[in-house]
């Protein structure tokens, strides 16, 4: 049976996890995982970051989002205004919030202390295909089917050096988009909430 809206919102039910290291995080920044219904199943968005000197995630596949500011009521706010400013996807006018996910942490851009990332789930309800609008920072945004990240097909490995050590990090292969590190790791968490 493919996962549906309802298997979703059933697995984000439980309390949000902070974590140690997430309480003590010197910034903190929301993603927005923006979900849609499709004939063939759920979809998931994602974007391919800009290639960009001194981003250490230039050129990488994510979740839209950002790093909270000062005016953000609510980091679900964040996830909703860094879509809008990333893609020109206005969230507030076309989506419902599902819930947030437990919180991952990442050191920050300069490496002077921890990110929390708060994943934010939205499902898009209209329109159901939206024109993006990549700001400066995203080179392009694209959906990917849930059931063929479920299916095993998309399986990949990336070689990543870290430390002086070759590692092997999961990831998934759609049409020649990577995507690994801390977005495969929330697009994991989230998809066994929805199968538990």
Do not use: C, Y
């Amino acid at each position: 049976m493919p996962l549906e809206i309802a298997d979703v919102e059933r697995g984000l039910r439980g309390p949000e996890q902070l974590g140690l290291w997430a309480r003590v995080a010197r910034q903190h920044a929301a993603v927005a995982a923006i979900l849609r219904v499709r004939d063939a199943g759920l979809e998931l968005l994602l974007v391919r970051r800009a290639e960009r000197a001194g981003d250490p995630w230039s050129g990488h596949v994510a979740l839209p989002g950002g790093l909270e500011e000062p005016k953000d009521w609510s980091l679900e706010v964040t996830a909703q205004r860094e879509t809008k400013e990333e893609i020109g996807l206005d969230l507030e006018e076309g989506a419902r919030l599902l819930g947030r996910m437990s919180t991952e942490v990442s050191k920050t851009k300069r490496g002077m202390g921890l990110l929390a990332i708060h994943p934010i789930v939205f499902v898009l309800e209209a329109p159901a295909d939206p024109v993006f609008v990549p700001s400066a920072e995203i080179q392009r945004a694209f959906w990917i089917p849930i059931e063929e990240i479920v299916s095993g097909r998309l399986d990949a490995i990336r070689p990543w050096r870290a430390f002086g050590v070759e590692l092997q990090m999961p990831a998934w292969n759609w049409d020649g988009e990577i995507v690994w590190g801390i977005t495969h790791r929330i697009v994991s968490r989230l998809i066994a909430l929805a199968r538990a």
